[in-house]
């Protein structure tokens, strides 16, 4: 066809939205969900920041307190969900 | 009505204006979404906080979110509440530009020094281009942690008037400890025993001019 419409200039609607909020930097818990959401590079640790109730600690370091080798609070951490994730079969 | 409030310096009062928003508008029978779109958290950490003190709730629904999602998740959950107060890190982030993209208002407090008032051009660049997203945005401006005394307050107020991207509120909240003493019990200044009235005044002055001047 050699007459070709008019070409519409793009209506304020068809903004594109996501390229105007990317021209912002990132937020470092972006990061993370992104991380968490592709799952762990390779077999290296993800770092989760976790936010407890401070009477909620006082029983974990009571129960670490209570053990006849202390162990690390992150160690008594990482036991408890294992624990609970053999529980629940998963 | 949507009100986000921003700015791309840190330390400058903004969560603590957020949460005496929610907080405030919430105790006058709104409900009201507190979204805590700055990776600090201190807006949830303040809720937390009221978890404690009201066994009973905050009085008010406060979620996290980061990057686009403030946009997506604040545009499905507006239906739901009659107003959200969004919380964002003093950097242009995602984060604050996805909270332009659906904001009724943005609020930016400035603090009358000169590093806080060089960051006016950059704010006021980033709103003209979210601008083209949400041609409806509007952008205001006030002075806070103010000076006791001196000329440093009127310097700044006059800077933010020149600026035509802002329409300045000439609204100025002092430096004052309560506030910082009520957010340390996760409370609003207005709620704090014994009472500053001048911080409740001017904290106050600035909920009136957002939701009862009709901005939307």
Not at chain 1, 56 to 65: D, K, P, S, T
Not at chain 2, 199 to 209: D, F, K, N, S, V
Request: charged residues 25%; contains cysteine; aromatic residues 6%.
């Amino acid at each position: 066809m050699p007459i070709s419409p008019r070409p519409k200039e793009k209506s304020a609607t068809a903004v594109d939205v996501d390229a105007l909020i990317a021209r912002g930097g990132s937020v470092a818990s972006e990061t993370d969900a992104r991380e968490t959401a592709a799952g762990p590079k390779g077999k290296d640790p993800t770092p989760v920041v976790l936010r407890i109730p401070a009477d909620l600690l006082e029983r974990i370091e009571g129960a670490r307190a209570a053990r006849p080798v202390r162990i690390p609070r992150h160690t008594w951490l990482l036991e408890a969900v294992a624990e609970k994730l053999e529980r629940d079969g998963v | 009505m949507i009100v986000t409030v921003g700015g791309t310096k840190g330390g400058t009062g903004k969560s603590t204006v957020a949460t005496n928003l929610a907080v405030i508008r919430s105790l006058e029978g709104h409900d009201v979404l507190l979204v805590d779109a700055d990776d600090q958290q201190s807006s949830v950490d303040f809720t937390i906080q009221r978890n404690r003190q009201f066994p009973e709730g905050a009085g008010y629904t406060s979620v996290k979110l980061t990057g686009p999602a403030v946009r997506t998740e604040t545009l499905r959950l507006k239906e739901k509440y009659e107003d959200i107060l969004i919380d964002v890190g003093g950097r242009d982030t995602t984060s604050q530009r996805a909270a332009l993209a659906v904001s009724d208002c943005l609020v930016v407090p400035f603090v009358p020094r000169s590093f806080d008032m060089w960051t006016i051009e950059q704010i006021a660049e980033i709103v003209g281009e979210m601008k083209v997203a949400n041609p409806y945005l509007k952008a205001f401006t006030f002075v806070n942690k103010a000076d006791a005394r001196g000329q440093d307050n009127e310097d700044a107020a006059e800077m933010l008037r020149e600026n035509e991207v802002f329409t300045f509120t000439n609204i100025f909240i002092g430096y004052r400890k309560a506030f910082g003493n009520a957010a340390g019990s996760g409370l609003a200044v207005t709620e704090v025993k014994p009472q500053d009235p001048k911080a409740t005044e001017e904290m106050m002055i600035l909920y009136r001019y957002l939701f009862d001047t009709n901005l939307k």
